[in-house]
């Protein structure tokens, strides 16, 4: 999937056939949180984008609330107690943080799939 990415918010790219447009949204935000954009052209989709954004900072800045991003880097993750205890013993043994150890297994894991 192709994607926008402006201030840290990463927007998805579709083709409506129906309306002859180009519209997205706002990846990874809470539903009551949508951010739409669309365009007639590429070009008219990423000025959209960028303008829904800055809309968007701007509202939170008004009423006082931080904005929400698009993948902010930290993910929380449910395992079994016998994951876990494996992690955390072969994190000691690699003499690293078991958040680093995940963080080095993941990327592994994406680096063999692409």
Do not use: W
Not at 3 to 11: D, P, Q
Not at 77 to 95: D, N, T, V, W, Y
């Amino acid at each position: 999937m192709k994607t926008l990415t402006y201030k840290g918010y990463v927007g998805s790219i579709e083709i409506s056939d129906e309306d002859n447009c180009l519209f997205g949204k706002v990846l990874d935000l809470p539903k009551d949180t949508a951010i739409s954009y669309e365009g007639e052209t590429v070009a008219d989709l990423k000025e959209d984008f960028k303008g829904a954004v800055d809309d968007y900072i701007a509202h939170c800045k008004e009423v006082g609330i931080t904005p929400r991003k698009s993948y902010s880097g930290s993910l929380n993750i449910r395992i079994s107690p016998e994951i876990h205890s494996k992690i955390a013993i072969l994190a000691q043994q690699a003499g690293i943080s078991i958040n680093a150890f995940i963080k080095k297994a993941v990327e592994n894991q994406i680096a063999t799939m692409l």
